[in-house]
């Protein structure tokens, strides 16, 4: 079974810092695109940065300077560091990843199960 699990999330005051981790595991046979998505309370759920297997990334403007998005390709994993957080910033956060997998390389978007950060003010 293929699948995405999240550590990381907690509560954290205005101004501080979290890193999200995840990691890929099961028959995978190579990942693609990966990145983190969140949905704040009764708000859509939306990208907040991606990244390429070669390494490129992009961000949602409100998060641009404050957080990075990196990987690491031989472990599976994608990583989210948070800097200045913000209460905006409160919101469950979903790692996402595109990947081949199984015996034929079926091709999956995969998600986790989130993982909530909290910033107080």
């Known amino acids: 079974q293929v699948q995405l699990v999240e550590s990381g999330g907690g509560l954290v005051q205005a101004g501080g810092s979290l890193r999200l981790s995840c990691a890929a595991s099961?028959?995978?046979?190579?990942?693609?695109?990966m990145a983190w998505y969140r949905q704040a309370p009764g708000k859509q759920r939306e990208l907040v940065a991606d990244?390429?297997?070669?390494?490129?990334?992009n961000y949602t403007d409100s998060v641009k300077g404050r957080f990075t998005i990196s990987r690491d390709n031989a472990k599976n994993m994608v990583y989210l560091q948070m800097n200045s957080l913000k209460p905006e910033d409160t919101a469950v956060y979903y790692c996402?990843?595109?990947?081949?997998?199984?015996?034929?390389?079926?091709?999956?978007?995969?998600w986790g199960q989130g993982t909530l950060v909290t910033v107080s003010s």
């Open positions: 990244i390429r297997s070669g390494g490129s990334t």
């Open positions: 099961g028959n995978i046979f190579s990942v693609n695109d």
């Open positions: 996402n990843a595109k990947a081949f997998t199984g015996p034929i390389h079926r091709y999956l978007e995969l």
